[in-house]
């Protein structure tokens, strides 16, 4: 495996830049595997922002959310370093509908 489809497969657990490998990799099933669900990672974290607005819970809510995307961002790096497609619990069930 390349160097590049290694960066390009990480790029997709960090945050918005998960949109560099979906435009540019689309070929490469390894990589595009990693983007669709760092794309799924990164919707919910913009969903957890709205949830700020609910009264007293919103915090909680965003603090949990924002902890879940790491801890699956993290696992998603880890997956790419040992050049594996693990399939994260729900997310990769998401990112197979798009």
């Known amino acids: 495996m390349s160097a590049r489809t290694t960066v390009m497969a990480a790029l997709s657990y960090l945050s ?13 099933e390894f990589v595009y595997f990693h983007a669709k ?16 607005h609910i009264p007293v819970l919103g915090g909680w809510i965003f603090g949990l959310s924002s902890m879940g995307v ?5 696992l998603g790096l880890v997956s790419v370093v040992f050049q594996r497609a693990w399939k994260l619990p729900v997310i990769s069930w998401l990112s197979d509908r798009f």
Do not use: Y
Request: glycine share 6%; with cysteine.
């Open 37 to 52: 669900q760092g794309m799924v990672l990164w919707i919910w974290g913009v969903v957890a922002l709205f949830s700020l």
């Open 16 to 28: 918005v830049l998960c949109f560099v490998p979906l435009v540019l990799e689309r070929e490469d």
């Open 70 to 74: 790491l801890v699956f961002s993290v």
